[in-house]
């Protein structure tokens, strides 16, 4: 049986469908059951609030737990419990009911940028914890990771750990921030059309987290998952195009944003009074991604599948 927190949500609910397609039992844990309509059959559902803790009967029978859920709203306080302190709560209960193993999906968010290592990112660039200045969300997602890492060596719980990158449903598909912004009958995409955007598919990613679990003790330990090789912001946009034909696009090169990003900073201290502004050209950049063991451990999921 896999307990999954954060079924309920886009990726969750994909994953929910993927392991019953494939016969596991699963039951999904969140802080309030949805309704019939937004089940998915043969998934079992059950309330809790994570950051009390999980009642041991709750894992009674329980080989596997996929730990999605995470604070998407409120502040540093609220990423603190319900990120957190609910990690931390829920693999101390999936270690005591001696669990198999233990999947938790973080981000690639929480990683220091190619800018500040100077090359592409791999699952050996370090965690930028204990950090607020990519928000709540991201700081409540390293700190997550951080903590079940620690937990896993202190209490000798077996981990895999897989970070998405920006979402994106290709079955109901609307562009990535990153992209862009439609504003009215225009979309404004951002930087060049050729540019590599990586970005991670939700029936992607649940097909990894399937194999996971197909084959959990050879597993990577860390896996930083995206669509492998990247697909371009033209492609991204052309893909969005086919059911918005009537979409007129602006594209904004990359050395326009470089050159309005200084004065919109300088704006938003003066007349906002913000202490960190926010670097549009930063904000719509491309990360660099090593892909070599995304793409072995897509291609082995899509194999098994």
Request: one cysteine or more; aromatic letters at 6%; glycine letters at 8%.
């Amino acid at each position: 049986k896999v307990l999954l927190t954060g079924g309920t949500g886009l990726l969750g609910k994909r994953v929910a469908q993927e392991l019953r397609a494939a016969g596991w039992p699963v039951v999904v844990l969140a802080r309030r059951v949805p309704p019939f309509s937004r089940r998915v059959p043969g998934v079992d559902y059950a309330a809790a609030d994570l950051a009390r803790g999980v009642a041991p009967q709750l894992l009674t029978g329980v080989g596997y737990v996929v730990h999605a859920a995470a604070e998407t709203s409120g502040g540093r306080e609220d990423h603190r419990r319900n990120s957190i302190e609910a990690t931390r709560k829920l693999a101390e209960a999936a270690h005591a009911a001696g669990v198999t193993g233990f999947i938790h999906i973080s981000s690639l968010a929480v990683l220091k940028t190619s800018r500040e290592m100077g090359r592409a990112l791999d699952e050996s660039t370090p965690v930028d914890a204990g950090s607020l200045k990519r928000g709540p969300y991201v700081w409540g997602k390293a700190e997550s990771e951080v903590l079940v890492q620690q937990l896993s060596r202190d209490l000798g719980l077996p981990v895999r750990i897989i970070r998405p990158g920006p979402l994106v449903d290709y079955t109901a598909y609307h562009p990535p921030g990153r992209l862009g912004r439609e504003l009215g009958p225009l979309f404004v995409a951002m930087g060049p059309r050729r540019g590599a955007l990586s970005v991670c598919d939700v029936s992607t990613a649940a097909r990894v987290v399937r194999s996971y679990l197909d084959d959990f003790a050879n597993a990577p330990p860390l896996l930083n998952m995206v669509e492998a090789p990247p697909p371009t912001r033209g492609e991204l946009m052309d893909r969005y195009r086919k059911n918005r034909p009537d979409l007129r696009v602006l594209w904004m090169p990359s050395w326009l944003l470089q050159a309005i990003s200084w004065p919109a900073k300088l704006l938003q201290r003066v007349a906002l009074g913000a202490k960190d502004p926010i670097d549009v050209a930063a904000a719509f950049a491309s990360e660099r991604y090593q892909t070599d063991l995304a793409a072995q451990v897509i291609a082995r999921s899509s194999a098994r599948g």
